[in-house]
């Protein structure tokens, strides 16, 4: 189990945010693989105090209305543990349904993580990924998804050493950010209390070749401008080549690791 | 009862698309008020094939979380008739559940309308908003929504002849559409057909004022590029300026019938 | 899309009602058929100002414990728009379950229109009846069932027109109407005041040819006679001969404009 | 615990049915009255090889869509063991959910007994009457009519003597019967195997003092003429004479042995 | 239907209980074979005041997850009538869920019923064993164990009967009691007003051969010793003796009758 | 954040167990408290492979049928993470219900800390201990039981720590742990292999001053006598004694750690 700490910084602060960070500066991201034992993929993705525990499996069949298709599927479930927030969080298995954010938000990654798999060369399997989120500070969303990317990647790493698989049925790699508005300055991911503070709220999916996926803006209170709109655009960007290069890193680190143990 | 049925289209086609529409040409639009008799505000929005029942209710009383705060909240609810598709959806009630899809559609047609409306000037009161979609042909979200303020400018301008509201509790008019990337071409407003085989697909809410409220955009197969992206937002926010100009034209008849009835 | 609107009067008002009709007086009776597009067969079903949206799906197959029967369903659905109310109706879907009326409701339905069709000569396909209520002023139930058999008749015509089915498998038509006994007087076809005033509430559902399918009466404050049951029972019958003449006149209608454009 | 075990016969057979019963013979009518030791009222009543155990509770209180009026309610439900008839029927509260046919029969159960309650004199008290069908052979909904009747009978007479009431709250009395046409002859009270051949089934709820509640014919298969509906109703009226006579000996036996045991 | 009734006493009363009975002496007890006539097995068992339809349907088929083993299964359920319970006891199905104690106490009768069951000898077939407490006055889970197994023979010995079986799949018989510890004596077979009272509740589950099945004990408001512990085991072991005795003698009863009957 | 890393061996190995461990042996106990910032009170508890995650928060207020009784109550809830066992779990919550085992071992759970609360010192608060099993090797409960201990007295020291509380309202410690028979051997705290193939199956739950809560044992195929029953509750009592112990030092630790830090 490697653990990986990195910590961006992005030049002199031009303002002071919560926690002293520059308006386009990062939490320390920190990333371990193989965190749960008996999932195919798995890593505790941890950014500031947002800590996201993700696990990919795979298993053979798909669904009904994909049966017959020769192609896989992804299903992506997302779920905060009760004592993760400051206040409680009822839990959803207890009230017999999950709420209206956890089925957005496992939708949106969902399709984040489908936009790179190959469905054709998976054949017919599905790959679950489990996103428990075990302490949130903001950007809990997007810390599952590049954390689910990289629990992905590693299941599907297994499969192909288990020669389940023949090759990678993966296209690119994944990651996602958030940005806002608060007090008028455009920032880069979020903290709780800068989320519960923003004008606007931003979430924007990448691959590593630096294609859009997903790009989800709303105002929070006031409407915001086409240009305002562009500038955030921008900081997302510039921070999701930093979360992708850590993924690159992680994954070259497993990779490594698993050719010393064999060799 | 009057209706208002306008058809608008900008200069000779650039390159044929289904049904012989412009690139950047919306489908007819036409919008019946005071479509169901009992509700506060209503209209039925009819968009090309697309034909929605939106319906604004206002109710004393508030949400248990937000009782005591002296403001008001808007929930809006979103559902497709069982015969509105081409294949019957099954009925949700009759399953006991919302898929996932109807809670992220009510979520952002609530979201849309949440801000523009002034909680503070409503008082503890709530708006309910009925999305119902008689016919389903593309789009029904952004119908949803561009109905949805309508109903609720009807609901509230009740409220204001009957003395419950002393002013419109609005900062603005709301109006959606939906963009995309079919075959290679960004085109406005798809239609079902153009939908299943678009690449990407984006839903942009904005102001009658030009601010954006919304911006989601979802790469269906194939991530998409930061230019194509723009190009999508550009050609969203002219088709939003037509939507917007039909809206003050409804919302101005009404109005105008009222006053000659009064007079 | 034809209309037919059609206003039926018995003679001189003998006693006043509500709207000044007569006891025996049906409320105007409007159909609209081709109301949804996407459907097999539909009606918008308006007496007075109780409207209903009638549709009718042909699917294949049949439930499982229907399957290798050689016969085919029907099933009824029944739901009112939050708003068709004076006071805004809960969505169903929302609570999770449907109520107990709604239930008892779509099962009448469906043993009314079930009573007629010759599940043999349709084979195992499932036709699905939905009516969904926009604007409830009494009588809801039974508009339902007599605007579900329209749109039932005019999907059995495509699926023949299709060459899906031979012929009709039909047997008879089916109309359905309410009585009851306000302040002491008989009255057919009431709406949602006088209904809400009623010592008596029945329904009668009856055949074209006259044979009754279906006869629920309920004492709502104090026990009927068996004299007051007869004379009730009298009175739908009456009202339901007009109802199913206007009935063959909208199926009549539509088979003379199919032949016009067909010819 | 008094057991009365009453066989009713009226003249000799005129056509063979099952059993040997004569078309308008009942089965034979026993009652067990304080089958449940805890529950206000309760009576275990067996009509043939149909038995039902209906319990009666009196509570404080009434729902809240009803509070402040003053007035009681009464709720009932219904219920088959799985164990009670011929094929094991899935238990509802496993499956999460009541089907249709239990909510129609306890919303019938409910609307019949509610008849003859005064519940001004009632106050603000619930009257619970559960019909647990522990033996289905057909008539369970009527079995349940007559014997929850005998049980909230019961239980509003402990209450009285009690002291928490200070007169029965009872206009009336309630029995219920069904009746149909098998092979062509109209019969009184029908065991499964002939409501199973049944053409036309009908259920009627009429008062002590013969006075009409509730009547619910349906074509089960062919549409029936009027006149075999009122020979169905005479049938009926003649067998509720005997239940409704079996009800008031019961009634009359359980206050005689009081009497006894104070006297 | 033959029924069984027998009063156990061991000796002189040492300390006086509720009721009269010494500390290890159970209540009355008394069996109702064949009382739900459509099951393929059932009794009602009285415990004293407690009272348990107890019936088992043998069904072709088993759960998914064990087909293709060769082996059957065995689920029991477990409910409590609405007015078994002093004050009404809200039924499941209304509320649309199971309860955490029901769920619990269906369980403990599956798994002491299974421990006895031969799976192989049954081959794919499922037994249900439905346990309906109509009167609750403590014990009711012991009552249902120890009902459960005889509706379970009797089932069983149906379908050697009727050559379904070769052989009765049984390895043993199954009984169950409660001990407890009140007011710091150690009992026997608690009944509510006890049961409500006790700082240990403890149930037992054995076969006739002696053996334990399942032992469960709980400190309900103060830990307790080892010693304490041991004692109430003692105490169970032999009330259980007495159970197992009467269900041999239930057994050896339905036994001789059909054989007089046969002969 | 301080780490506790305690391996506990007894003497040489008599006999070969899964792992090479003593039949007496407990699995390598670590526990890292303070493990989710945002609860009262939270550990990390691994037990070999099972790894628990347990947090306790303190909520002003109790569920309603014990407001106005001055003493608060105790809530416990588990769940397994989907990737937590080998194959992998379906999510509770996107079922829309816990499972029969789930519910029994959230009951166990919160007997077992109510045993030693003092909920008249607690006043009307609601303590929540939410188990959260992020890997699965046999043996959860009993982890979610002694972590949940653990848990539950730091959200209590925390709470004194505030000011909310005067002292701990705690009588005791808890601690719970499985033994059982193994090819005829008993064995202390089972991993998941020996848990599948064990002939009984034990958890005992026990106080610091040794005292039982809980015992709770079941036959999986072979009953099994009182001697083997007594011999796995001495196993149970020694290993009990050693977990205990880790308890007292955890918790001494997090006193000493926080007196430093103040001093």
């Known amino acids: 189990m490697a653990d990986l700490d990195i910590q961006y910084t992005d ?11 520059d308006p386009g500066e990062l939490r320390s991201l920190h990333v371990t693989p193989g965190f749960i034992g008996p999932a195919d993929g798995s890593v505790l993705l941890e950014l500031g105090r947002t800590r996201v525990i993700c696990a990919a499996s795979l298993v053979d069949g798909v669904p009904g209305w994909r049966r017959g298709s020769r192609e896989g599927w992804l299903t992506a479930e997302y779920s905060l543990l009760p004592a993760s927030t400051h206040q409680r969080t009822p839990r959803e298995a207890s009230r017999g349904r999950q709420d209206g954010r956890t089925v957005e938000i496992q939708r949106l990654i969902g399709r984040s993580l489908r936009a790179v798999v190959d469905f054709g060369a998976l054949g017919e399997r599905t790959l679950y ?36 698989l023949r090759a990678l049925p993966l296209a690119d790699s994944v990651a996602a950010v958030s940005v806002g508005v608060v007090a008028g300055m455009p920032i880069l991911d979020l903290e709780y209390a ?15 070749a630096g294609k859009l ?8 209170i006031v409407p915001f401008s086409r240009e305002a709109f ?9 921070g999701l080549r930093t979360i992708s290069a850590v993924q690159t890193e992680v994954i070259t680190d497993v990779y490594r690791s698993r050719a010393g143990r064999d060799g």
Request: proline letters at 4%; one cysteine or more; a negative charge.
């Open 129 to 164: 990924v489990d996103c428990d989120v075990i302490e949130a500070d903001g950007g809990t969303r997007c810390a599952a998804v590049s954390g689910g990317y990289l629990a992905l990647h590693l299941a599907l790493m297994k499969a192909v050493d288990e020669g389940r």
């Open 194 to 208: 800068e989320d519960a503070a923003a004008d606007v709220d931003m979430n924007v999916v990448m691959t590593g």
């Open 213 to 220: 996926i997903e790009v989800q803006a709303t105002a929070e």
């Open 11 to 21: 030049g002199p602060p031009t303002k002071p945010r919560m926690g002293g960070r």
């Open 230 to 238: 562009d500038q955030l655009l921008d900081l997302a960007e510039e």
